[in-house]
Structure formats: structure tokens, C-alpha cells
């Protein structure tokens, strides 16, 4: 069962890239050639990198570790911290090359060619990977926060509440 926890964001990868090409392939003729398509792509994707650099500074900071804690939960808490940050920084070099294909795009839009159909498919192929891990971002945000509540309620003896 580890093994396979292991592997889990591999194929999670994978299965959201095979999804995200087979829906590229049928979006595609209507994508080629469509400048409000790629203005529209641009905007979405200028808005996206701005929050995502908001949730990697406000979630991901340095935390205020209490000077109780071990330095075996301090070595832990901090790979977690790590593991989250690549996460956060994978997406947001998605996010970039969907805008760097979409300019290279609007170099090459007056042609025609086997290269500017690649291109596309490229585009909205990153385009549909970045789009799916946005809507498992809020997600992963909330467990965030619900393990920091736990750790906090773990940490102090309760009180009764007389309410």
C-alpha cells in the first residue's frame, strides 16, 4: 500500500495529462487561429499566477514554531513545508508555459503549419493540466489549514467550555 502511495501524484499526473490531451484534441479546431481564444487564455493565466504567488506567500511562509518543539518534528515540518512549496512551484511553471506558448503562438499565428498545430495542442494540453490542478488547489489548501488545527488543538490541554 505504500508503494502505491508512493506513486499516487506520478499517476494522478498522468491521468490528469491523458484527460487534459483528449480534451485539447477535440477543443483544438475551434482554438486554431482564434486570437480572442489566446487573449482570453492570457488573462485567465495572468490572474491565476497572481493568486497562486498570494497562496505561496500567505500559506507556505515561515512558521512560528513554538521553542518546545523537537527537532525530529522540526526536521518533519519542514520536508512537509517543502513537499507543499514544489507543489505550488510545479503549478505555477505550468502556469508560465502556457503563457510562453501562447506568445510563441502569436509569433507564428499568421502561418499555417504542422508546428503552429503542435503548438496549440501544446497549449491547451498545459493549459487543461494547469486548469485541473487549479480546481484540486482549494482542496489542498483546506487540509492545510484542518492539519495546522489539528497540530494547535493537539498542543493545548482543552478548556471546558461553560458556553
Known amino acids: 500500500m505504500n508503494k502505491i502511495k508512493n506513486y499516487f501524484p506520478l499517476i494522478r499526473f498522468t491521468i490528469i495529462t491523458i484527460i487534459s490531451s483528449i480534451i485539447s484534441y477535440f477543443v483544438l479546431p475551434y482554438f486554431h487561429g482564434n486570437k480572442n481564444a489566446m487573449d482570453m487564455l492570457v488573462n485567465i493565466f495572468s490572474i491565476l499566477v497572481g493568486v497562486l504567488i498570494a497562496i505561496m506567500t500567505f500559506f507556505i511562509g515561515v512558521k512560528n514554531y513554538s521553542k518546545d518543539i523537537e527537532l525530529g518534528q522540526l526536521i518533519l515540518e519542514k520536508e512537509l513545508q517543502e513537499k507543499r512549496y514544489k507543489k505550488y512551484v510545479a503549478l505555477f ?15 507564428f499565428s499568421s502561418e499555417n503549419s504542422f508546428l503552429v498545430r503542435y503548438l496549440e495542442f501544446f497549449c491547451l494540453s498545459s493549459t487543461g493540466i494547469s486548469f485541473i490542478y487549479s480546481f484540486i ?27
Open 93 to 107: 511553471y505550468c502556469y508560465l508555459s502556457s503563457l510562453i506558448v501562447i506568445f510563441v503562438l502569436s509569433l
Open 137 to 163: 488547489l482549494p482542496n489542498n489548501l483546506w487540509k492545510i489549514h484542518e492539519d495546522e488545527f489539528e497540530k494547535l488543538k493537539n498542543k493545548k490541554p482543552p478548556t471546558p467550555f461553560t458556553g
